[in-house]
């Protein structure tokens, strides 16, 4: 009972932000579409953007704040505009995984976006690349899916559900012993009570055919798209 009566919650919060008011807007904004979506972590990142003069805020819409609408995600602001004469939607997502899908998930849904581009702070280990650089990677993973497997079990030792298809040993395992500091007692690496971490793939729901039919995935192919923009983009730079 206490289930349904939070599912009951979520729908009626769903319905309020159908509202008539925010479909409209949203109809105008997306009338100059489509967009690039641009999703930015923190303020930090965002501030340098609106200040470049790359930059300039639609004469029409320059964000639009859902939380006025009551909208299921308060706090959530989409700017309008564009960068160099290609169309922008702007939105600050917040830090984490969860609100980076979050963002991406509503700018997908309720705007004419061609594409959604990830805009922040990176690093690398490649002394030959510099600030300003285009890289973009063949494949991209998400490696904080993991299976932690319980202390006394080895690489050879089945993961917990392994024989059911949830998880599985195909990508590779870190081991914490390996990085303890050694000591002057024993020059090899201690052994260390968090064992072992089993790296896990996505799992990719289908958008069509059987209902819960899904996909694994742990290496993510980049659109080729990409790839001929940065060739295009590269030869365009004096």
Known sequence: ?????????????SEAILSKAI??????????????????????????????????HSDSFTHLDFADFG??????????????????????????????????????????????????????????LNIGDIVIPQFWAHTGLWNWQKYGDGPDDELPLEEYGDFTRDYGHLNFADYTNKTDVDEYSADNFLNSIWYQPEEIFHADGDPESK????????????????????????
């Open 1 to 13: 009972m206490v289930y349904l009566v939070a599912i009951s919650c979520i729908f009626e919060a």
């Open 23 to 56: 479909f409209k807007m949203i109809k105008k904004v997306n009338k100059s579409g489509p967009y690039i979506g641009l999703l930015v972590p923190s303020i930090a990142e965002l501030q340098p953007l609106f200040q470049s003069p790359c930059f300039k």
């Open 215 to 238: 996909d694994t995935t742990f290496w993510v192919p980049i659109a080729n798209a990409f790839f001929q923009f940065a060739k295009n983009l590269e030869a365009s730079i004096p």
């Open 71 to 128: 909208f299921i995600f308060e706090g959530r602001r989409f700017h309008i505009g564009s960068i160099e004469e290609k169309k922008v939607i702007i939105a600050h997502t917040g830090k984490g995984m969860m609100n980076a899908a979050i963002a991406a998930q509503m700018l997908s849904n309720l705007f004419d976006v061609k594409s959604i581009l990830h805009y922040g702070l990176a690093a690398n280990a490649n002394e030959n």
